[in-house]
Every structure is written in structure tokens, then in C-alpha cells.
């Protein structure tokens, strides 16, 4: 009898492989094998899909049945292969025709009645058929926005089995796409609504246009949640491609919207301080999930009360600020998730926090001890440290009104144009991007800029890492001023923003 063979995806982490289904009968007494390095959630598909097919008026084969999935040295987790080992063994079975079957990716869990059940990472998984050269896809009626972003793939969506049979035999049509819904755009506060406090405000421009990170130091009450909440209302909408590349990482998550699944605004993530360090930088059993690092990819990520969190959460953020992503290692493989993001930190002076410095009643020790828990080397990848001051009266009553977001937005957005324009050449988005030896060499300094740069690598008041951020800070700074590059003045304030004493 002939070997039935259908297609369906692998998603590890955000990357997608194509895996043949084969199912081959006869040869013994009726009994169901599957191999191919399945979990332990796919042994028990070949259970979920015998009554599946039951449920939809076909016959189980009454023969020994032989299952595969290649390649075979990869794992195979979840559930999504349901569906394309119920049509491998039908087509095996000559009860459906295989004349659609090439070229088609079969996505969808099934339940006992012969319903399809949505499944995570349906967009990544058909970004990787489309590669792969597949034309179709078959996914569940749920996922049937979210599978229409992927773009030169007809995709089709299945209520169940029995319409996927009928579709085969030519006797229905599956249900095609509609016109996606608009994603709608999350209210953002405004910077209107921040009193006082200039150099922040002009800190968290500098950080916008350029895509820096911030520390924020101050008392409690003088606006450093507010701040960093309005961080992401001065971000340009994202571009197709990295609505694709955060539209991808929560479909792997399990948070998009059946109605509107593209992510066109930056995220925004805010954890508690008492986080774990795998929900922050992903993980679990078996196969890695997400972390909130990842799902704050092309936006911000903001950990208030910074000093609250565990050593380990903080010091684990330092491989993907470097590298903007991560890579984790399990039992069943390792995988890959997109992390680049905006740290914004934002904490106390100390631990009893008094509105005035004056008043602090803690000890040298507690101070510096909690002041250590952001280390040196972490310290020495966040590109600006701010001190904030108390809220005055002075501040609070005054006749100059403070600078709107849209205000404030629109320099953001100017500052980012003339950067994108200079580094597109690179693939380059953002002066933060931008690795150092490339600023050094193909973007260099007259030395009559970098001289107190350079003084201050003498003094070894600044490492090599924090020289070249500084070297991109000057350049987002030059952005804002609207000249060509950075001069001596530039370079200065990138350095006064570095100042460690901030901290």
C-alpha cells in the first residue's frame, strides 16, 4: 500500500522547519507507531487522532500503522502535527486524494470530535514553509489573521477534520482570509503631565531618538515611573518587518489577539522586582519559552525599583544588552529569541529613601549595599545615568508650560530619520545599534573632538565598552542639534551622561 506523506512545521524558539509526515500501512497486526523524536505530548497524538478520524465518519485502518517525522534527529513538541498526521494516514489509506498535498502545510491540534484547535507559533511556523518554498497552508479558523501577515501563501482556515476531507476530495471550500482589523493603538500617558525636572525630560528625548538605555536615581515622588511610562509614546510605530519580528514572538507566547495580531507599537513590559530569572530571560521544561525580555523586543523594557530585583534577574540582562538576544539551553534543544529593547531602570538613592538626601538615616554599609546591587558591568552597558532632583516649588509654579509628547515626538522622529538615513547602507536602525569598532573606523573623530574622551580612557575613568557608547551617544546628540556629526561639546555631554556617580 502506498506511503502517505503530508507536511507540517517544527517552530524552535522563533525559528521554523519543515517536517514530512509519512504514514506507511501494512505489515502486521493493527497497531500505532510514531517516530521521529516526538514529546511526550505528540506520543499521544496518534490516541487524539484515531478519534478524531472516528468522529468524522472515516475509518481507522485496521492494519499495522507505521508513523514518521523528518527528519528525524529533530524534536518534535506539541501538538500542531495533529492535523497532518490525521491526512498522512487517510491519504495512506486512499480515503482523500493527494493531489493537494504538495506544496501544503498542515497546521492544527485536534480534538477528540474532530474539531481543530489553534496552536502557538503559526506565523513564524509559515514565515519558515514560505521559505522552504510551500505555497498553502491549512491552519485553524482561530489563527486564520494571524496565519493572512505572512505574505505570498495561500492560506486557508479549518473548523475541522471533516472539512479538511471534504476540501480534499473537492467537495468544499475552506474558509479563506478576511482583511485584517486594524491593531488598535493603546492609549499612551503623556509628558505634559510631568512637572519639573528638565534634565530627565531632556535624558529621555536623547534616549528615544537614539534607542539608549537609562538609569534613572532619585527620591520617590519625583517622577521616574512617569517618565519611563511616557518612554514609549515618543517611539515611531514599528517597521512591517519588526511588526513581524514582535508579532512573532508573542504568537510563540500565546498573547496575540485573534482580531488584530500585527504588533505595530512598541511593547511595553514592566515587571515586579520579584520576577524569577527564568520568566524574565525565558525558559521551562523540555524546550525554552519566551522570556519578558523578549517580548519587550523593539521596545521598552522598564524595571522599576530596580535595587528591589535579585542580583541574578539584573545580571542576567547583560549577555542580551550586548547582543540583542538570547539563546537558552534545555533538555530538548536550544533555541534563539530576539531581545533587543530599551532598559529603563529606575530606583532609589538608598533603602529608606527620604524625600530630602539630608534625611537619609541609612549606613555607609546598607547604602553602598544596596546601591551594589546594579554592578559595575551592568552599570557599564546602560548609556545614560541620571540623577533626579526633589520636586520644588519653583518647579511646580511656573508660567512656562511643559512640552507635549507630540512635541517632544516630533525632534525624536527627525533625529531618528537623519540616523537611519546614515547607517542604512549597514542595516542599522538606531545609533545604539551601531557596533563600536565600526564608529571607530569607518565613522571616525578628528581628535580634537574625542580629546577629553580619550583623556578619560588615560585616567581609566572609562572603559573601551563605555567609550564606544559614548561615541554613539554623541552622535544621537548630533542628530538632535541637526548637524552632521559630533563635535567636542557632543562628546562632552555623553561623557557628563555616563558620569558613574549618578549612581
Known amino acids: 500500500m502506498p506511503i502517505g506523506h503530508t507536511w507540517s512545521v517544527a ?31 505528540l506520543r499521544e497524538a496518534k490516541d487524539r487522532v484515531r478519534s478524531a478520524v472516528k468522529n468524522s465518519s472515516q475509518q481507522w485502518p485496521a492494519e499495522k500503522l507505521t508513523l514518521g517525522l523528518s527528519p528525524a534527529n529533530l524534536p518534535k513538541l506539541g501538538s500542531g502535527y495533529d492535523l497532518a498526521i490525521a491526512v498522512a494516514v487517510l491519504a495512506a489509506a486512499g480515503k482523500v486524494p493527494a493531489t493537494r498535498l504538495p506544496g501544503t502545510v498542515l497546521l492544527g491540534e485536534l480534538s477528540l470530535d474532530g474539531r481543530v484547535r489553534e496552536i502557538r507559533g503559526v506565523l513564524p511556523g509559515l514565515i519558515a514553509a514560505r521559505k522552504a ?52 493603538q493603546p492609549k499612551l500617558a503623556d509628558l505634559v503631565d510631568v512637572v519639573g525636572q528638565p534634565e530627565a525630560r531632556w535624558a529621555l528625548e536623547v534616549a528615544a531618538a537614539g534607542g539608549h538605555h537609562v538609569l534613572f536615581v532619585g ?21 512591517i518587518e519588526e511588526a513581524l519580528e514582535v508579532t512573532a514572538v508573542h504568537s510563540v507566547h500565546g498573547s496575540l489577539s485573534q482580531t488584530a495580531p500585527l504588533v505595530t507599537t512598541p511593547p511595553f513590559i514592566a515587571p515586579h522586582h520579584s520576577v524569577s530569572v527564568a520568566a524574565l530571560i525565558g525558559g521551562g521544561s523540555g524546550l525554552a519559552g519566551p522570556g ?3 517580548r519587550a523586543h523593539r521596545g521598552v523594557l522598564l524595571l522599576d525599583e530596580a535595587c528591589e530585583f535579585s542580583s541574578a534577574a539584573l545580571e542576567s540582562l547583560r549577555t542580551a544588552l550586548e547582543e540583542g538576544e538570547v539563546r537558552i539551553a534545555r533538555s530538548k534543544g536550544s533555541v534563539r529569541y530576539p531581545a533587543r529593547f530599551q532598559l529603563i531602570l529606575a530606583t532609589n538613592p538608598c533603602p529608606c529613601a527620604p524625600p530630602r538626601e539630608t534625611d537619609c538615616t541609612c549606613t555607609p554599609t546598607a547604602q553602598r549595599r544596596y546601591r551594589n546591587r546594579l554592578s559595575g558591568p551592568l552599570l557599564d552597558r546602560i548609556d545614560m545615568q541620571v540623577r533626579m532632583r526633589p520636586i520644588t516649588a519653583m518647579t511646580t509654579h511656573t508660567d512656562e508650560k511643559p512640552e507635549t509628547t507630540a512635541v517632544v515626538r516630533q525632534r ?4 531618528r530619520e537623519r540616523a537611519a538615513a546614515r547607517w542604512s547602507a549597514h542595516g542599522w536602525r538606531t545609533n545604539a545599534e551601531v557596533p563600536g569598532p565600526a564608529l571607530r573606523r569607518q565613522f571616525p573623530l578628528p581628535a580634537k573632538a574625542t580629546a577629553l ?14 567609550a564606544d557608547r559614548c561615541l554613539r551617544l554623541s552622535w544621537t546628540l548630533a542628530d538632535l542639534s541637526n548637524v552632521p556629526e559630533p563635535g567636542a561639546d557632543h562628546v562632552a555631554a555623553a561623557l557628563e551622561f555616563r558620569d558613574r556617580r549618578a549612581a
Open 219 to 239: 527620591p520617590p515622588g519625583v517622577g521616574k515611573t512617569m517618565l519611563a511610562k511616557r518612554l514609549p509614546g515618543l517611539l515611531p510605530v514599528l517597521s
Open 11 to 41: 517552530v524552535l524558539g522563533i525559528d521554523g522547519r519543515v517536517i514530512e509526515v509519512e504514514a506507511d500501512l501494512g505489515g502486521g497486526l493493527p497497531t500505532t507507531k510514531l517516530v521521529g523524536l516526538p514529546d511526550a505530548g
Open 412 to 415: 525624536v522622529l527627525a533625529a
Open 453 to 466: 574622551l580619550d583623556r578619560s580612557l588615560d585616567l581609566g575613568q572609562l572603559t573601551a565598552r563605555g
Open 292 to 294: 519578558l525580555i523578549s
Open 133 to 184: 518554498g510551500m505555497k498553502r497552508a491549512v491552519v485553524p479558523v482561530q489563527s486564520l489573521s494571524e496565519a493572512a501577515l505572512v505574505e505570498d501563501l495561500d492560506v486557508l482556515g479549518a473548523a475541522c477534520l471533516a472539512d479538511v476531507i471534504a476540501w480534499l476530495n473537492g467537495e468544499n471550500a475552506l474558509v479563506a482570509p478576511e482583511n485584517p482589523a486594524e491593531s488598535p
